[in-house]
């Protein structure tokens, strides 16, 4: 029976990591992953991370950026301190914050920028007049020459 160009479907599967019902294959010999990264985070401590992220929202629902403004913005995210990657734990409730999206991804830039000495570049973000229904970008090419 002839095989196909990269061998058995089953050696295909498994060298890609496909393996039906376990975890994607580990790099073998020479392939490596980055340092801190994983192919796979385990199961329990998902599961662990999901428990403490409902926990900190049960506890603080507002995002504390918004609170600190004087808004009152529901948190949808839960940020750490004192990013994992430069030492923070990552279970440990009181090294989580809640925050809105944008305020996470603002932090999020922050602490890249930081870490990799370029500087943070954020597109701004327009929404619409609700009333009218036009862009509030000035540079939007609707405003032009308004």
């Given at each position: 029976m002839p095989r196909g160009a990269f061998g058995s479907a089953a050696v295909v599967r498994q060298r890609l990591g496909l393996t039906r019902?376990?975890?994607?294959?580990?790099?073998?010999?020479?392939?490596?992953?980055?340092?801190?990264?994983?192919?796979?985070?385990?199961?329990?401590q998902h599961r662990a991370w999901q428990r403490v992220r409902a926990e900190r929202l049960r506890i603080e629902p507002s995002c504390r950026t918004c609170r600190a403004e004087g808004g009152t913005t529901t948190a949808t995210e839960v940020d750490h301190v004192v990013p994992i990657s430069e030492g923070g734990a990552l279970l440990d409730l009181a090294n989580t914050q809640s925050l809105c999206?944008?305020?996470?991804?603002?932090?999020?830039?922050?602490d890249r920028a930081r870490r990799t000495g370029r500087p943070v570049c954020r597109r701004r973000r327009y929404g619409v007049d609700a009333a009218t229904g036009r862009p509030l970008d000035p540079n939007h090419w609707w405003n032009a020459g308004k």
């Amino acid at each position: 029976m002839p095989r196909g160009a990269f061998g058995s479907a089953a050696v295909v599967r498994q060298r890609l990591g496909l393996t039906r019902g376990k975890a994607p294959a580990k790099p073998s010999g020479g392939e490596t992953t980055a340092p801190g990264t994983s192919t796979r985070q385990p199961t329990r401590q998902h599961r662990a991370w999901q428990r403490v992220r409902a926990e900190r929202l049960r506890i603080e629902p507002s995002c504390r950026t918004c609170r600190a403004e004087g808004g009152t913005t529901t948190a949808t995210e839960v940020d750490h301190v004192v990013p994992i990657s430069e030492g923070g734990a990552l279970l440990d409730l009181a090294n989580t914050q809640s925050l809105c999206a944008e305020h996470h991804a603002d932090k999020s830039a922050a602490d890249r920028a930081r870490r990799t000495g370029r500087p943070v570049c954020r597109r701004r973000r327009y929404g619409v007049d609700a009333a009218t229904g036009r862009p509030l970008d000035p540079n939007h090419w609707w405003n032009a020459g308004k």
